[in-house]
């Protein structure tokens, strides 16, 4: 079983920054991509970034300058640093990971931004 622990969601003022952090542990074999999706109220499941075990970085177009992922493979942690937040980023942020062929869900964490 995987286990997550994600943090730093929150509430934030447009044009602020948050930072949210996820790491996984557990039976885990070979992580081929973690990442971040989110889901706002009414709407389907979208990638928000992800980052892949050779490097590659996928980015939504909306959040591409403003946010950064990154990872630290030692820890299998991965982190998002959201700047420059926006209305419609508001949302709940999901973790997720990819382990050879399975992918696993955090529970998720609210990222709300006021105006």
């Known amino acids: 079983q995987v286990q997550f622990v994600e943090s730093g969601g929150g509430l934030v003022q447009s044009g602020g920054s948050l930072r949210l952090s996820c790491a996984v542990s557990?039976?885990?074999?070979?992580?081929?991509?973690m990442g971040w999706y989110r889901q706002a109220p009414g709407k389907q499941r979208n990638l928000v970034a992800e980052l892949w075990s050779n490097n590659r970085i996928n980015y939504q177009d909306s959040v591409k300058g403003r946010f950064t992922i990154s990872r630290d493979n030692a820890e299998n942690t991965v982190t998002l640093q959201m700047n420059s937040l926006k209305l419609e980023d508001t949302a709940v942020y999901y973790c997720y990971v990819l382990d050879r062929t399975k992918v696993t869900w955090g529970q998720g964490t609210q990222v709300t931004v006021s105006s």
């Open positions: 557990g039976r885990i074999s070979s992580i081929s991509a």
